[in-house]
């Protein structure tokens, strides 16, 4: 099995583009299906899990190829309405198919998705906004047809929002989703469909508005990936050194960037592009995730690997995934400090961090580690690569470009 290989103590420079956003191509790749016309994804990072989401397209008969980084998706042929257990395992995204899988043919089958291993990550809110679409359910499976009404998210379920609003496309009349997820991904999957003419407003705001009826054809490129950007922000952090995140777009990521000015970063905002310089940290104090605009879940671990490095005493609290803290056990492997209640690490700074053979349980814990062995003295040995694989393109070449001294093995 391949593992990643870094060995820390050295300083951060150079400039590396920012891909597109594994969360928002996953969508959009599930929104294919509900294009009456071929469609198009522009400029798609090169991911396990899009190539998962290909396979998923490709199953239910749909024609795919690429263009260089664009995907061409045909989905007229589309027939299949269930998705076998091995794709359906392969990944959280895969769960965003059914919704568009109701919506143009009538019938899904709901099954539990994979994805990481942090949380029991139900499904049940995906479940009852179909019913509230007036689909009828028998066990797993879902079938219309479907009716414009009023859905209310107990929580701004990220996954949720997009299913159901792509489902509720192939209802009659309108549909407003209440508590909806706000995050930039959810925007950007917007764009494709209106692309697609479709008449979706709301976006962003806790309240979405939909009127039935499918997208005809539509060309795309999805937003720059503000997770991998986070995470390459968390290495500079951990690491010091100036490094210049192209293509990424700084208004995504403003409670992140806000935690690392307190911590004694500096940064500079550009359109197009964000400068990042770090020479010694300090605690930003407490932080607490939850959902956009507030601090990113998926940048809590790689935040955490960072401020191991940060003078003082730093509280972050996790709310949204009840089994996200499977990176505090390697990172102790490696020498941090690191107190565990619940859901709330209590971080001592230290300035000695040791490489280490680790493992990596999940997307975000491997992206933590590696920020994690940037900062350390000796070689950091990393397993679990497959997960880094699904989220972060072409990772060890980019920190390579950074100057880091990092290969697979
Ligand atoms: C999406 O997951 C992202 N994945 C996650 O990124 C991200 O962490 C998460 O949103 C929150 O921002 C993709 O977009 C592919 P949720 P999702 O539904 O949709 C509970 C990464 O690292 N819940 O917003 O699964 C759930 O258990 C990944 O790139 C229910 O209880 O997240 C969690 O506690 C990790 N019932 C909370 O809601 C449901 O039916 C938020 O989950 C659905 C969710």
Same mark, same amino acid.
């Given at each position: ?44 990072? /090169? ?6 989401? #290909? ?56 099954? #539990? ?5 942090? +949380? ?7 479940? =009852? ?42 209802? =009659? ?7 909806? *997820? ?7 999957? $917007? ?21 039935? +009826?499918?997208?005809?054809?539509? *060309?795309?490129?999805? !937003? ?18 100036? !490094?210049?995140? /192209? ?58 690997a960072a401020m191991i490095r940060a003078r003082g005493e730093t509280i972050i609290r996790e ?18 400090? !690191?107190?565990? =209640?619940?859901?709330?690490?209590? !971080? ?12 990596? =349980? ?44 990092? $290969?697979?093995?």
């Amino acid at each position: 099995m391949q593992s990643l290989l870094i060995r820390g103590g050295k300083p951060l420079y150079g400039t590396i583009p920012i891909s597109g956003s594994k969360n928002a191509v996953l969508p959009m790749l599930a929104a294919a299906v509900l294009f009456r016309e071929s469609c198009r994804i522009r400029n798609c990072p /090169d991911l396990t899990d899009v190539h998962a989401g #290909v396979a998923i397209l490709r199953w239910l008969g749909a024609e795919v190829r690429w263009q260089g980084r664009d995907l061409l998706v045909n989905p007229e042929p589309i027939a299949r309405w269930q998705i076998p257990g091995e794709l359906m395992g392969l990944m959280r995204g895969s769960v965003f198919f059914t919704g568009p899988l109701l919506a143009r043919l009538g019938n899904c089958v709901l099954s #539990v998705p994979g994805g990481c291993p942090i +949380g029991a990550r139900p499904v049940d809110f995906h479940a =009852s906004g179909f019913e509230a679409l007036g689909a009828v359910r028998e066990g797993d499976r879902f079938f219309g047809p479907l009716t414009g009404g009023e859905i209310c998210l107990p929580y701004p379920s990220v996954g949720a929002t997009e299913n159901l609003l792509m489902a509720a496309l192939g209802a =009659s009349g309108i549909t407003r989703i209440h508590n909806a *997820a706000r995050e930039p991904e959810i925007v950007c999957l $917007c764009d494709f469909l209106r692309a697609g003419g479709c008449r979706v407003t709301g976006d962003g705001t806790d309240t979405i508005h939909i009127r039935g +009826g499918l997208p005809g054809t539509g *060309a795309l490129a999805p !937003i720059p990936d503000r997770m991998e950007a986070a995470t390459f922000a968390c290495a500079l952090a951990s690491a010091g050194g100036e !490094i210049i995140l /192209d293509g990424a777009d700084h208004t995504h990521l403003t409670a992140l960037l806000e935690v690392l000015e307190r911590s004694g970063c500096g940064i500079i905002k550009e359109k197009t592009r964000i400068i990042l310089s770090a020479h010694g940290l300090v605690s930003p104090g407490d932080i607490t995730t939850g959902p956009y605009p507030g601090f990113p879940t998926d940048a809590q671990a790689p935040v955490m690997a960072a401020m191991i490095r940060a003078r003082g005493e730093t509280i972050i609290r996790e709310t949204v995934f009840e089994g996200r803290m499977g990176h505090v056990e390697p990172l102790r492997a490696m020498g941090a400090r !690191i107190a565990l =209640s619940g859901g709330t690490a209590r !971080i001592t700074g230290t300035w000695e961090l040791l490489g280490r053979k680790v493992t990596a =349980s999940d997307l975000r814990c491997g992206g933590a580690l590696a920020v994690a062995a940037l900062g350390a003295r000796g070689l950091t040995e990393i397993h679990g690569v497959a997960h880094i694989l699904r989220g972060y393109e072409d990772f060890a070449g980019k920190l390579r470009a950074l100057g880091a001294d990092a $290969c697979l093995a």
